[in-house]
């Protein structure tokens, strides 16, 4: 593992240098963050304190929100302070923990996603058995694992990242840390390097990704078996999650499953899932769900009639 280079810090280009736009990006970025952590905290609120969201589905979605949120603040707080300031570094040790958290909020996020599907699948093609296979004490197991396996992934990008040496160039055209931009400034043959990183994250987006669409389209046929009334609610969630996967995974692929080089669009690619997902997750799952908005209501209803007691 390479420890010693020559670099100890990284400047960071951001999205762009000119002034003006700079504070575009300060202000829309961070209502974006904002919006971001207030749709997520409502969500992750509403099913921790009602008590007609406790079924697997809330529970990974809890599991969900709490994951976005961090994967936002793992790269949004940095980014909106850098948009203020002339000249954006930052250490290498940050820079590595950047990547760290970065890859495990985001493992953790597809993880999860995988285990909604099953969830769904679960319920739907296996409705009488459907208490047995996704009693809480599987769901919490299932959800450790996705923890477990979010955190070999992060480990392993860490050591590719340690694995490559900088001998001057030290300037990111980026506004975070990830091994894409980081493999641009390494003074050595990165072939293999490059290889393992399209075998890691590249085989984890792209095999996640079939396995999301090919469970849901197994569960879309299986639904010509149920009545209208089943059909419209099953479309209804199947759908939500569909535009979810598709959305995330889509500019992820895009960026992990290629070789070794950026191109103009990546940083405005990035931005999509690192912070457009993160939002838009939240509003579909909300919009999308009469259960979440009735509770969401309710819990509304509770803060007002304590608030009136005071």
Same mark, same amino acid.
């Given at each position: ?8 810090? +990284? ?22 963050? !904002? ?6 905290? %409502? ?19 809890? $599991? ?25 570094? #930052? ?23 995988? !285990? ?36 070999? $992934? ?19 055209? $980026? ?9 641009? %400034? ?25 396995? %999301? ?7 879309? *046929? ?18 939500? $999650? ?29 931005? +999509? *899932? ?5 939002? #838009?997750?939240?509003?579909? *799952?909300? %919009? ?23």
């Amino acid at each position: 593992m390479q420890l010693n280079n020559n670099v100890t810090e +990284f400047i960071l280009l951001g999205l762009t240098q000119d002034p003006v736009r700079k504070k575009i990006v300060f202000v829309t970025f961070l209502l974006f963050y !904002l919006a971001t952590l207030l749709a997520n905290f %409502l969500i992750i609120t509403t099913i921790k304190t009602s008590q007609t969201l406790g079924s697997p589905m809330y529970f990974f979605l809890f $599991h969900l929100s709490l994951s976005d949120t961090c994967f936002c603040t793992s790269i949004a707080p940095r980014m909106i302070v850098d948009a203020l300031l002339k000249k954006t570094t #930052i250490s290498f040790s940050e820079g590595m923990i950047q990547v760290f958290s970065f890859h495990f909020f985001g493992c953790l996020g597809i993880f999860i996603l995988i !285990l909604m599907a099953a969830d769904r699948y679960v319920a739907i093609c296996k409705p009488l058995h459907y208490t047995t296979i996704m009693s809480r004490r599987v769901c919490a197991v299932l959800v450790a694992m996705a923890w477990l396996g979010s955190c070999v $992934h992060s480990l392993a990008q860490i050591f590719l990242a340690l694995s490559l040496p900088f001998c001057g160039p030290n300037v990111i055209d $980026h506004y975070f840390c990830d091994l894409q931009p980081l493999l641009k %400034l390494a003074c050595a043959d990165i072939y293999v390097i490059n290889l393992l990183l399209v075998s890691n994250s590249g085989a984890i987006c792209t095999v996640s990704f079939v396995v %999301l669409i090919c469970s849901y389209v197994i569960i879309l *046929y299986s639904l010509r078996n149920h009545s209208a009334e089943g059909r419209r609610k099953a479309l209804s969630t199947c759908i939500s $999650h569909i535009i979810v996967v598709i959305l995330f995974f889509g500019p992820c692929i895009f960026i992990y499953t290629r070789p070794a080089t950026t191109f103009p669009m990546d940083k405005m690619i990035a931005v +999509f *899932y690192t912070l457009g997902t993160p939002l #838009i997750n939240p509003l579909i *799952y909300t %919009l999308r769900n009469a259960e979440v908005k009735t509770a969401m209501r309710k819990l509304w209803r509770r803060k007002l009639i304590s608030d009136d007691k005071r």
